[in-house]
């Protein structure tokens, strides 16, 4: 069987149900950077660029009635090289712990605008936020409830584009959505070279081929073996999370 299969089922029923589904795509993972929500500033939580992004995201919840899963990381206080005399495990670690912060924020900002959210870490801190479990994140997602996936998989030695990819896999995510500072996907880093080619679509075994650096390689493969596509977008215009849930055609895709 398809691994959306289930998921098709579930929107099918809705439609029934005379729910209107208007996003191509009903349940993805959008992947946020730690240092996306730092804004301008380039350390910690910037709130006006945060508002921004979360605005969007209630707009695809209420509006196209996507059931949106974010995983976020932690970049803007701290990133597990920062220690390069730390034992890796405790510096990773303390990456997830930042991680949190940022979930904890992004929880704020999509309550204060009415969307109901859920904060789920990996590692366990019942005081703030619940455990991750997969049925129980399911289940808040067909309920119009945001999912923040914490801490990455809980484990050091994994990046959150790994978490990303993991979570994505177990919740049966249509797509997963990478929002970095380019707008997509380039033969060469477009910042160094200005001839640099932009793709449209490419093959993760050409992403992991040519050392494209799109994700890492864990996390590229894992999405490849599972067959989740990926799309890759600028998110200096955070409306391009609305128009890529849409399907309109932006950034690159990866499948």
């Given at each position: 069987?398809n691994?959306?299969a289930?998921?098709?089922?579930?929107?099918?029923?809705?439609?029934?149900?005379?729910?209107?589904?208007l996003a191509?795509y009903?349940?993805?993972?959008?992947?946020?950077?730690?240092e996306?929500?730092?804004?301008?500033?380039?350390?910690?939580?910037?709130?006006?660029?945060?508002?921004g992004?979360?605005?969007?995201?209630a707009?695809?919840?209420?509006e196209?009635?996507?059931?949106?899963?974010?995983?976020?990381?932690?970049?803007?206080?701290?990133?597990?090289r920062s220690g390069?005399?730390?034992?890796?495990?405790?510096?990773?670690?303390?990456?997830?712990?930042?991680?949190?912060?940022?979930a904890?924020a992004?929880?704020d900002?999509?309550?204060?605008?009415?969307?109901p959210?859920?904060?789920?870490?990996?590692?366990e801190?019942?005081?703030?936020?619940?455990?991750?479990?997969?049925?129980?994140a399911?289940?808040h997602?067909q309920?119009?409830?945001?999912?923040?996936?914490?801490?990455?998989?809980?484990?050091p030695?994994?990046?959150?584009?790994?978490?990303?990819?993991?979570?994505?896999?177990?919740?049966?995510?249509?797509?997963?959505?990478?929002?970095?500072?380019?707008?997509?996907?380039?033969?060469?880093?477009?910042?160094?070279?200005?001839?640099?080619?932009?793709?449209?679509?490419?093959?993760?075994?050409?992403?992991?081929?040519?050392?494209?650096g799109?994700?890492?390689?864990?996390?590229?493969?894992?999405?490849?073996?599972?067959?989740?596509?990926?799309l890759?977008?600028?998110?200096?215009?955070?409306?391009?999370?609305?128009?890529?849930?849409?399907?309109?055609e932006i950034?690159?895709?990866?499948?």
């Open positions: 069987m691994k959306h289930g998921q098709r089922k579930y929107n099918t029923r809705l439609r029934k149900k005379g729910v209107r589904i191509k009903k349940r993805v993972i959008l992947k946020i950077s730690g996306a929500l730092a804004g301008k500033r380039g350390f910690g939580l910037d709130e006006p660029t945060i508002e992004i979360t605005g969007v995201i707009r695809a919840v209420r196209l009635k996507a059931e949106i899963a974010i995983v976020v990381g932690g970049g803007n206080f701290w990133r597990g390069k005399n730390m034992d890796r495990s405790r510096a990773d670690q303390m990456g997830m712990l930042a991680t949190a912060i940022n904890l992004l929880q900002a999509l309550e204060r605008q009415g969307v959210t859920r904060v789920q870490t990996a590692i801190m019942r005081a703030i936020a619940e455990p991750y479990i997969r049925g129980r399911i289940r997602l309920k119009e409830r945001v999912v923040i996936f914490a801490c990455g998989t809980g484990s030695f994994f990046s959150t584009d790994t978490a990303a990819a993991l979570r994505a896999a177990e919740i049966d995510a249509e797509l997963i959505l990478l929002a970095k500072k380019v707008d997509g996907v380039y033969d060469s880093d477009p910042n160094i070279n200005a001839t640099a080619i932009k793709f449209d679509k490419i093959k993760y075994l050409d992403v992991l081929n040519r050392g494209l799109v994700m890492d390689s864990t996390a590229t493969s894992l999405c490849m073996d599972n067959n989740i596509p990926l890759i977008f600028g998110l200096n215009e955070p409306e391009n999370i609305y128009k890529a849930i849409s399907g309109e950034g690159t895709a990866v499948r």
